[in-house]
Nanobody, 115 residues
Framework: VQLVESGGGLVQPGGSLRLSCAAS????????VNWWRQAPGKEREWVAH????????NYADSVKGRFTIFRDNAENTVYLQMNSLKSEDTAVYYC?????????WGQGTQVTVSS
């Protein structure tokens, strides 16, 4: 079982990034996926949710209108499109796939928003 995030990096305020989370080793299309993030010295924070079919999404107030979560079950991948990035979006971003008692996390990808 593996979740591998990618797409992080350094971006200026107002810029955009697209994160990817590639899954393997389990039936990805049966799992809901959430993105979380953790900034230095802070607790891990929930960012966005998508159901297993990609028909329902939900977002933290802090990212609503700026971030979009979507998935391609044929590619076993979930994405997080991040626009209008702010310095406070700087964090390590993690994807998490869950179904019942099954709970898988990726290793995280660093996003730094700075001029």
């Amino acid at each position: 079982v593996q979740l591998v995030e990618s797409g992080g990096g350094l971006v200026q305020p107002g810029g955009s990034l697209r994160l990817s989370c590639a899954a393997s080793g389990f039936t990805f299309s049966l799992f809901v996926v959430n993105w979380w993030r953790q900034a230095p010295g802070k607790e891990r924070e929930w960012v966005a949710h998508i159901n297993n079919r990609g028909t329902f999404t939900n977002y933290a107030d802090s990212v609503k209108g700026r971030f979009t979560i979507f998935r391609d079950n044929a590619e076993n991948t979930v994405y997080l499109q991040m626009n209008s990035l702010k310095s406070e979006d700087t964090a390590v971003y993690y994807c998490r796939a869950t179904r019942g008692s099954a709970d898988y996390w990726g290793q995280g990808t660093q996003v730094t928003v700075s001029s």
